[in-house]
């Protein structure tokens, strides 16, 4: 496959998950707009924190409920570690494939990378910010590049 052709390829994966994540969030959009005022009533409710309860010691308690993390080299002592099943019925897992993924982010090591010209990202909105989270993560130069420049596109259109 020449340069030319795997560009290509990725500029269509890029575009058609771009797409997916406009459907996605149009949708959302579009779901809360239109849900009964009854629904924002509880959900308000919900979002409030319990009298004498500050945000710190939520905040520590929702800590001390997460698992322990995972020692580091991928493998603990009993395996490959619990499998659980995603909406799909399909088993996942540490060390187990997941239908339709063609790879992962390397989420350790290198820092990010941001080009000069970009902004803090302190006022980003939702697809702002799952652009430049992909692009940040992006071990690919041309790709992470593409990804940029979709950032910038992005938040030109917005002013």
Known sequence: MSSAERVAELEGQFESTMVSYDGMILRERDYVRNRPASEQEEEAMEDEAPAGESLEDLIQSAEAELPAPPPPGGQGEGGSGPEQSNSSGQATGPGLPTKGRMGEFDHGGSPAVVPEDIPTGNDDDVVA???????????????????????????????
């Open 129 to 159: 910010r799952q652009i430049r989270e992909a692009a940040t993560r992006e071990t690919d130069p041309e790709l992470r590049e593409r990804l940029w420049e979709e950032y910038r596109k992005y938040k030109k259109s917005q002013k």
